[in-house]
């Protein structure tokens, strides 16, 4: 039973990418046309989730990423303000308790177009696309079956009886998305649509061909304005959904800037992810540094377990050359 148990919930998890809380910290996994958006010429990210802490800890994902700019100093981009980007994100997701281990890869290129400019207004179109190398493995060896019971325990150098059981092989997928934008003095604007895993890859570990990695649609959009000269409203939202598992999470942070010779920003804010946690959030930006700190505080029938679950996550940004004057501080960038 305990065998059973564990591959049906693996099967089940494919059905879902992995997701972050602060989901406006991760932008290469929300969508390709948001790599090298940055307020400079580089970013790299690292994102850490431990889910579920209690008894065990039986979710943890952690991402480590890199985006750039290229080819803005050409004539035909600078001219016109155009750029590409350049990005590549590796994560790994381990499910209870590292029984079941994803690892993932990706390679994103994206192209931002100036569409119009008036007075200090700009109007920006992105189109990102990606190819994501992805792999799941399941330690057998850390599964009891049934014909392993002695009677008194479990015996795993016995047979499992089991004929099927194999792990999966590595699969590529590919996946698109676009990126509007508008920006002033003032505020910003951004919004837009993504999907992953286009080509619906094959996954499974039952050796069932009409299994496939379904597609993960996304809608993202953030919205930022100065408030007054050192408080700044930020705001963003998300929904996405892969076959039947479908959510969405909106909130915002106030930030105040602390000093504004060392750009030294303190952000705090709430966000819902729809029935399942209310997620307060504290940030801190100091030059190029930027470092997030959320908690999960569960609302769902999980709250009700006798070990209450504990979330955490842990976001840090680095970004490379000094943003332009007049910047508007922004999650996404």
């Not at 952690?62 to 994560?91: C, H, P, V």
């Not at 931002?112 to 990102?128: F, M, T």
């Not at 934008?181 to 094959?202: A, C």
Request: aromatic share 14%; glycine share 6%.
């Amino acid at each position: 039973m305990t065998a059973i148990f564990l591959l049906l919930a693996a099967n089940k998890m494919q059905a879902q990418d992995p997701s972050f809380s602060q989901f406006f910290s991760s932008p290469l996994n929300v969508n390709p046309a948001l790599t090298a958006n940055i307020n400079a010429d580089w970013r790299a990210i690292s994102n850490l989730r431990d889910q579920w802490i209690g008894p065990a800890s039986p979710y943890m994902t952690g991402t480590i990423s890199f985006d750039t700019k290229i080819l803005q100093n050409r004539d035909q981009f600078s001219e016109e303000g155009n750029y590409l980007g350049l990005g590549a994100m590796m994560m790994y997701d381990n499910a209870m308790s590292g029984v079941v281990k994803s690892t993932y890869a990706s390679l994103n290129l994206s192209y931002n177009v100036k569409l119009l400019e008036i007075e200090d207004a700009q109007h920006r179109l992105g189109l990102g696309f990606g190819a994501i190398y992805g792999r799941r493995y399941v330690d057998f060896s850390r599964i009891d079956f049934e014909e392993q019971f002695t009677g008194s325990g479990f015996n795993t150098n016995l047979p499992t009886g089991e004929v099927a059981l194999s792990n999966m092989k590595p699969y590529i997928s590919v996946s698109a998305g676009c990126l509007y934008n508008f920006s002033n003095e003032k505020s910003n604007f951004d919004i837009g649509v993504s999907v992953f895993h286009l080509n619906k890859p094959r996954q499974t570990f039952l050796e069932d061909d009409n299994q496939r990695l379904p597609m993960r649609k996304v809608a993202h959009a953030n919205f930022e304005r100065f408030l007054n000269e050192r408080v700044i409203l930020n705001t963003n939202a998300i929904y996405q959904f892969q076959q039947e598992a479908q959510y969405f999470s909106v909130g915002g942070a106030l930030g105040y800037i602390l000093d504004e010779d060392n750009h030294t920003i303190f952000n705090a804010g709430i966000w819902y992810w729809s029935e399942n946690a209310i997620i307060p959030y504290i940030g801190f930006v100091y030059n190029d540094f930027q470092l997030g700190f959320s908690y999960d505080a569960t609302i769902s029938k999980l709250n009700q377990a006798a070990r209450k679950p504990q979330t955490c996550e842990l976001s840090l940004i680095i970004r490379g050359k000094r943003r332009p004057s007049g910047f508007i501080p922004c999650p996404w960038k």
